[in-house]
């Protein structure tokens, strides 16, 4: 983000870069170029749950974290017709200066209505309402032999996740103990982060050659890394 020349679309609000593209140009034999940073993060996220038939019309979601993650799903979901996008993170600050960020970069943009949350119980008395929960946090995740967070869900257990969409932007495991509750208790859908990890790609890709790659080969790479072992 620092190194590039600009930036654009969602890497000016998240303030990071996962793909760079290079445009050359030469003047009268003058050779120069000029880099752009993007961040497709986001884009992967809306793209991989739109393969589930999410609607996102007037649809209440929980995002859980207010990371880097968070900002490039919310810079997209924002701009979706969505009637309310609560926010959480353990450290509330987060959450709030996240609001205050978008309220900020996004209020031309911005259709749904921001609110945050100083603590995950307060989601308990609306949690019927919501319509997709998304974790953005590590919770579940393999780092470094951790064992115990893989058995850790970022959602009280109490908590049904029944007719519920729930996307787990944790790709290792594929199948996180927030998924496997999701399938136990009837959730619609159940999302692995493997789809954003692909999805962003397609779009870093699409970017640099200016065609996505076909949905068939798309399809086929999933399906390659869900038979592996990533542990």
């Not at 940073?37 to 991989?48: N, Q």
């Not at 911005?110 to 949350?117: D, R, V, W």
Request: glycine content about 4%; aromatic content about 12%.
């Amino acid at each position: 983000y620092e190194l590039v020349d600009t930036t654009e679309g969602a890497a000016k609000f998240v303030k990071s870069v996962n793909t760079v593209k290079f445009i050359y140009s030469n003047t009268n034999g003058n050779f120069d170029f000029s880099s752009i940073g993007y961040s497709t993060d986001g884009m992967g996220l809306i793209k991989a749950i739109e393969q589930f038939d999410f609607d996102f019309n007037n649809k209440s979601c929980l995002i859980i974290g207010a990371g880097g993650a968070a900002k490039s799903a919310i810079f997209e979901l924002a701009k979706k017709n969505m009637k309310t996008i609560f926010i959480y993170d353990i450290d509330f600050n987060k959450a709030r200066n996240l609001k205050d960020i978008l309220l900020g970069n996004l209020n031309s943009t911005l259709k749904a209505e921001i609110n945050t949350l100083d603590n995950i119980y307060e989601a308990e008395e609306f949690i019927n309402s919501i319509d997709l929960i998304i974790n953005c946090t590590p919770v579940g995740m393999y780092i470094n032999n951790n064992l115990e967070n893989l058995k850790r869900v970022p959602i009280p257990n109490s908590w049904s996740l029944r007719n519920k969409f729930v996307f787990d932007m944790v790709y290792n495991p594929i199948n996180t103990e927030l998924l496997k509750k999701a399938k136990k208790e009837n959730a619609y859908c159940a999302i692995s982060g493997i789809y954003m990890l692909i999805y962003q790609a397609a779009y870093s890709f699409n970017l640099w050659f200016n065609f996505m790659p076909e949905e068939k080969l798309i399809n086929k790479i999933i399906k390659k890394i869900k038979k592996l072992k990533i542990l």
